[in-house]
């Protein structure tokens, strides 16, 4: 019954590789979001998405892509992991429009190696 | 864009004892202004919120209190207990017609029993 669930929970791999994180809400919410969180707790902005628009923050750097196979979805691709991706990652969905609150996943603590 | 600063960056207090955590933001043109609190390897979990046509507003033991003249705003806890530690995060919209939240960098409260 978890509202907004990720997989995997933790994540330990290698640089250079290519990695996913999964993400679904079952709240019937139009927005979702991806969140970065560093070692010193700062959560970042990295994307948000409804059916309409993706807005990219810009310092994000194009090695993530979200990917979106539907309202209830939105993957995190990573490509040519680096040590600096190291971080919690953390998946959010609202209802959209101004001022929804956020529901967040559990995060999945990406490490690498 | 929308920059919010959270002070102080940590703060400890008696049990019993009232904490006050206080936040600024840059755009006028915020209107929403949540509050998280994060346990220690969980998720961020929205606490309390206000929107700008409201000055104030309380739940129990925690209230939220709005300047938008001077664009800031303020959660306050009172009759803390050890399962108030955490960390707080206050956010605000990042601007007129978005949906994407910039938070500040979080409050590590601590509760001496």
């Known amino acids: 019954d978890t509202a907004v669930s990720q997989t995997p929970k933790y994540l330990v791999t290698q640089m250079g590789n290519d990695k996913s994180i999964k993400c679904e809400q079952n709240l019937g919410h139009d927005t979702m979001y991806w969140y970065k969180q560093d070692s010193k707790k700062f959560l970042k902005i990295m994307f948000s998405?409804?059916?309409?628009?993706?807005?990219i923050n810009e310092t994000v750097p194009n090695r993530f892509s979200p990917k979106s196979p539907d309202k209830a979805h939105l993957n995190l691709h990573i490509n040519s992991l680096e040590l600096g991706d190291s971080a919690v990652y953390f998946c959010?969905?609202?209802?959209?429009?101004?001022?929804?609150?956020?529901?967040f996943g559990s995060g999945t603590r990406l490490t690498v190696v | 864009g929308e920059n919010v600063e959270q002070h102080p960056s940590t703060l400890s207090v008696q049990e019993g004892d009232s904490a006050v955590i206080k936040c600024t933001y840059s755009d006028s043109a915020s209107n929403y202004f949540p509050w998280y609190k994060q346990e220690l390897g969980k998720r961020p979990q929205l606490i309390i919120d206000i929107r700008s046509n409201v000055g104030e507003k309380k739940d129990q033991r925690i209230a939220v209190t709005l300047n938008k003249t001077a664009k800031h705003f303020s959660l306050h806890i009172t009759e803390t207990q050890p399962e108030d530690s955490a960390v707080y995060f206050c956010a605000a919209i990042v601007g007129a017609g978005s949906y994407q939240l910039t938070f500040g960098k979080g409050t590590k409260l601590s509760v001496i029993p």
């Open positions: 998405y409804n059916n309409k628009e993706l807005i």
């Open positions: 959010a969905s609202s209802r959209g429009g101004i001022g929804g609150g956020y529901t």
